[in-house]
C-alpha cells in the first residue's frame, strides 16, 4: 500500500463488563485506487487489565473501492 489510515467512530464504542466493542475504518490507498474497510473489533480484559481476546466482524458490504 502507498499510505494507510486508521480512523475509530469514537461514538461507537461500547464497553459491558470485560467486552469492548467499537467501529472503525482504515483506508489503504494503492496508486489510483482506495480501499476502505470498516469492521467491527471486540475485545476482552482480563482481571489484570490485559487484552485476552479480540475479534473482527466484517463482510464484502463492509469494503468499499474508488478508483480516481
Known amino acids: 500500500a502507498d499510505s494507510l489510515e486508521m480512523a475509530v467512530d469514537e461514538s461507537s464504542i461500547r464497553v459491558s463488563g470485560s467486552a469492548i466493542a467499537f467501529m472503525f475504518t482504515v483506508v489503504s490507498k ?36 474508488v478508483v480516481a
Not at 32 to 45: A, H, R, W
Open 30 to 65: 494503492i496508486g489510483d485506487m482506495t480501499i476502505e474497510l470498516s469492521p467491527i473489533d471486540v475485545f476482552t480484559v482480563g482481571d489484570d487489565g490485559l487484552l485476552t481476546s479480540m475479534k473482527a466482524y466484517w463482510g464484502g458490504s463492509d469494503m468499499r473501492t
